[in-house]
């Protein structure tokens, strides 16, 4: 959350500067209008990855289109996977290694899409398009998704 109040802080101020370097208002009235459709075009979903976690590890979300954004604040990569599936999200199918075999998920039709590679102290976003159901959220970058790194997300 204070990486995206940061975010728009900069954004109005942005839109501050543009208004007087064009001498007018116009540029304002352009920057809201702007902003106004983009809410409405999806809904916005923050999940925080950690070492190893995600917070919230049971996130709800409304059927849609969602962004969601997964910022790191941990010391290492991470990812976030989302499968749907109504499987318990410690007891996904896995490799030898220990890892989820998203290959496995994707033959059943479960792969929901994925924020790869968020380097720590970084932050991505992902649009998806989900519909009623359970999701599961993992990270399966090596030993993490082992290490608890898992969580639920439940859409009405
Ligand atoms: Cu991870």
Known sequence: MKHRLAASGALIS??????IGCGGGDGTTTQAQTTATSA???KALEITMDDYTFSP???TAKAGKVT????????VEH???????NSDPADLPTTSD???DEAKLEAK??????IADVAPQDTKQGTFKLTSGKYVTFCNLPGHYAQG???????K
């Open 14 to 19: 942005g839109a501050a500067v543009l208004a």
């Open 40 to 42: 409405s075009q999806g």
């Open 57 to 59: 590890s049971d996130a």
């Open 68 to 75: 969601i954004t997964a910022p790191n604040h941990g010391q």
């Open 79 to 85: 990812e976030l996977v989302l499968a749907k599936t």
């Open 98 to 100: 220990g890892e989820v």
């Open 109 to 114: 039709g479960e792969d929901a899409g994925e």
């Open 149 to 155: 790194m898992y969580g639920t997300l439940t859409v």
